[in-house]
């Protein structure tokens, strides 16, 4: 009965652990999630009053597609001021969600075959995004020893005459890696004169801890023409349940994803619109010092994990997650979870979903109690086995 497309198409593992983790909660297990992608923080006050104004003003109804002027114009001011990108109105899409903005953008740039350069370890849902487009996912395998940065030599050999494009994320999940400047002009530079585009993911960017973040449309003006930079206020504003994301790039691309656009989801939550214009308009010392708080949290978890044998990671620089090998544990990925979870009740997120079964994904979208905790019992499990 089901369509031919839905074939290969994965669940989400990522979505599917943090459901599962919740459940064994509610149901009293005193479980340490260090599954969630999401911050813990909750939505700031501001935010939440302007969406009960919202309500209660009955701005309750259809707004155009891709989002309230109001709101676009919010978002080319932010990322002027942090960014120093110029974008005009109508190079912005607001969609549900940074993931709705990536699955629009596959959607209308990818032909059936075509491929998309994925660098791994890779966020869960790229793949399967390619996948649903028609199009062929490539991996470009990057090490540990490289500190997860992308390696134009090694990406230069995937480029095909079936290549479409390339996605980054910077700050990377499931790695915390933060793209260097020099990595990301040296592959911007190999995809511009390849004739190719690339997605930017930069929905972490507000969470980076050490040295700057760049931002790949922000490497030249060749690089920002053929770049889609995809964000959102989920991670930054503590409103992942809000579904706002964005997406800016080239007016007739953004045009195209505005006309997919009118022909599935229509317009993002009017209500959620008014919500994402008072947090980017906001006084943004919020983001700060939640990015602060993510700071000193990685900074404890990795101080914990260094007493911990058999384990080796690189110290994440951005977004909320440590990517761990446990190879020397003798146990891959889903193994070493599924045990983890059981005997000593800390949910995390097997790296097999994000194409490396040696690792798995530590969120330390936890409380500082909520991370020592987690570290005595990873401490212990891993000295069990
Ligand atoms: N990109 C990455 C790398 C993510 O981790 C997430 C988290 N879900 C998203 C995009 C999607 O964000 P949103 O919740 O705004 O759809
Ligand atoms: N991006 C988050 C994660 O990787 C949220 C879950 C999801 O949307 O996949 O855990």
């Not at 990522?14 to 297990?29: N, P, Y």
């Not at 801890?209 to 490497?219: E, H, K, N, Y």
């Amino acid at each position: 009965m089901l369509a031919q497309r839905m074939e290969k198409v994965q669940p989400s593992a990522t979505l599917k652990i943090t459901a599962l983790a919740r459940q064994l909660k509610a149901q009293g297990a005193p479980v340490v999630n260090w599954a969630a992608g999401e911050p813990d923080f909750d939505t700031p006050e501001p935010i939440k009053q302007a969406a009960l104004a919202a309500i209660r003003e009955g701005f309750t109804k259809y707004t155009p597609t891709t989002g309230i002027p109001e709101l676009k114009e919010a978002i080319a001011r932010r990322l002027k001021e942090d960014r120093g990108l110029i974008y005009e109105p109508a190079q912005i899409a607001v969609t549900c969600g940074a993931k709705h903005a990536l699955y629009n953008l596959l959607q209308v740039l990818v032909d059936p075959g075509q491929e998309v350069l994925i660098p791994s370890p890779y966020w869960v849902s790229y793949p399967e995004m390619v996948r649903l487009a028609g199009g062929v996912p490539v991996e470009v395998r990057t090490s540990p020893q490289n500190g997860f940065q992308i390696q134009a030599r090694e990406l230069e050999p995937l480029i095909t005459a079936q290549t479409a494009g390339l996605i980054l994320n910077s700050p990377c999940n499931p790695t915390g890696t933060v793209l260097s400047r020099a990595t990301l002009s040296a592959v911007a530079c190999l995809m511009r004169e390849r004739g190719k585009w690339i997605i930017s993911d930069e929905i972490y960017s507000a969470l980076t801890f050490d040295g700057a973040f760049t931002s790949v449309p922000s490497l030249g003006a060749d690089v920002y023409a053929k770049t889609f930079l995809v964000d959102g206020v989920s991670k930054a504003y503590a409103m992942t349940g809000w579904r706002i994301g964005f997406m800016a790039g080239s007016a007739e691309v953004v045009e195209a994803a505005g006309r997919l656009q009118d022909h599935s989801t229509s317009n993002p939550s009017s209500i959620s619109q008014r919500a994402a214009l008072a947090a980017l308009t906001q006084d943004q010392d919020f983001v700060r010092q939640m990015a602060r708080e993510f700071a000193a949290r990685r900074d404890r978890l990795v101080e914990g994990l260094k007493k911990i044998p058999r384990l080796s990671w690189v110290k994440p620089s951005g977004a909320f997650y440590c990517f761990v090998d446990v190879s020397q544990t003798g146990l891959a990925s889903n193994a070493f979870c599924e045990r983890l979870l059981k005997e000593v009740h800390v949910a995390a997120i097997p790296g097999e979903s994000f194409g490396w079964d040696t690792h798995v994904r530590l969120s330390f979208a936890a409380s500082q109690a909520q991370i020592e905790e987690g570290l005595a019992r990873l401490d212990r499990f891993v000295r069990s086995l």
